[in-house]
């Protein structure tokens, strides 16, 4: 008699597949493509964050010069410009992933077949 139910044998072998490519070379060129990116990226943008705040708290005189009429000064633009560096990270994250990050995942979906379905469609 055994102890193994048929409901349970697909599940074990959908996991078995998912431990299969978790530990697969593809996936983890693809997870060091996506390091390569965020990392980098985050810690571009984390010292640009960091610069603008300490110039605002130790070089006030620089920061408050004035650039346009009476209101806007060099604080104000790197104010904005945190912004602008945002979306543009955004942007070309949303590029990058286009072109290295999604059609590796496709194919790497693609290959796990039915596994996929099992959990009902994806939205």
Do not use: C
Request: hydrophobic share 45%; net charge positive; aromatic share 14%.
């Amino acid at each position: 008699m055994s102890t193994d139910t048929p409901a349970s044998t697909p599940s074990t072998s959908a996991a078995d597949r998912y431990l299969a490519v978790q530990r697969s070379d593809e996936f983890a060129g693809l997870r060091r493509t996506l390091r390569g990116f965020i990392f980098p990226m985050t810690v571009a943008f984390f010292l640009w964050y960091a610069l603008y705040v300490i110039l605002s708290a130790y070089a006030r005189d620089f920061m408050g010069t004035k650039l346009f009429g009476s209101n806007i000064n060099i604080a104000l633009v790197f104010g904005l410009l945190q912004f602008v560096s945002t979306f543009l990270i955004a942007w070309l994250y949303s590029r990058f992933a286009d072109r290295k990050i999604d059609p590796v995942a496709d194919r790497i979906r693609a290959e796990m077949g039915e596994v996929g379905n099992e959990h009902g469609p994806r939205g």
